[in-house]
């Protein structure tokens, strides 16, 4: 079965730290290209990083840039998310997203998502 | 980069079809034919419903379908059934972005 499996979520006080992790079964980790996807409560989707397979190509929105680092190790079948100077906005259940293929190439469309992992930044 | 826009609420009778808009600019929804569209149930994980502006995944019904004119696309629930109540967003890939849709809720009445 495809699955993706986020942890790391918690309770963390403004300014603080936070590492996600979302692993991966049921299919080639390494060849496919994954992304974090957020939703504050209540509110809508909003995507936050993008990492290529091979690592090469990574994109920040701009609420996060300077601030959130993801990266993956395709040998542990495993994506991360490096959460710094956190922020009582970045309160969100954090998804993992898998961004799928077809024959022609990358679909630029999250196919398989994780069950999310909640960060609340409160003091 | 700023939400695509979305209807905040949407409804239908069981049996009707029903349309939901996404406006966006020329740098998103009009420059890339890379809009998707995905179905949220309330508690759960969002599921990829429409992928580059008209494409269904498999196992998805073929009463959903989705187009694109200029700056804004479409997403359209045929033979609606009392599952399809749930939160539906678009979004669209930026070039080195994603940005999705404020989402809509469709009640089936």
């Known amino acids: 079965e495809v699955q993706l499996v986020e942890s790391g979520g918690g309770l963390v006080q403004p300014g603080g730290s936070l590492r996600l992790s979302c692993a991966a079964s049921?299919?080639?980790?390494?060849?496919?290209?994954m992304n974090w996807v957020r939703q504050a409560p209540g509110k809508g989707l909003e995507w936050v990083s993008y990492?290529?397979?091979?690592?090469?190509?990574?994109y920040y929105a701009d609420s996060v840039k300077g601030r959130f680092t993801i990266s993956r190790d395709n040998a542990k079948n495993s994506l991360y998310l490096q959460m710094n100077s956190l922020r009582a906005e970045d309160t969100a259940v954090y998804y993992c997203?898998?961004?799928?293929?077809?024959?022609?190439?990358?679909?630029?469309?999250?196919?398989?998502w994780g069950q999310g992992t909640m960060v609340t930044v409160s003091s | 980069q700023s939400a695509l826009t979305q209807p905040a609420s949407v409804s239908g009778s069981p049996g009707q079809s029903i349309t939901i808009s996404c406006t966006g600019t020329?740098?998103?929804?009009?420059?890339?034919?890379?809009v998707s569209w995905y179905q949220q149930h309330p508690g759960k994980a969002p599921k990829l419903m429409i992928y580059?502006?008209?494409k269904r995944p498999s196992g998805v019904s073929n009463r959903f379908s989705g187009s694109k004119s200029g700056n804004t696309a479409s997403l359209t629930i045929s033979g609606l059934q009392a599952e399809d109540e749930a939160d539906y967003y678009c979004?669209?890939?930026?070039?080195?972005?994603?940005?999705f849709g404020g989402g809509t809720k469709l009640t089936v009445l």
């Open positions: 997203a898998r961004d799928g293929i077809a024959v022609a190439g990358p679909l630029y469309a999250f196919d398989i």
């Open positions: 049921g299919f080639t980790f390494s060849s496919y290209s």
């Open positions: 990492i290529s397979s091979s690592s090469s190509t990574i």
């Open positions: 020329s740098s998103d929804v009009g420059s890339y034919n890379l």
């Open positions: 580059e502006g008209s």
């Open positions: 979004c669209s890939y930026a070039g080195s972005s994603w940005v």
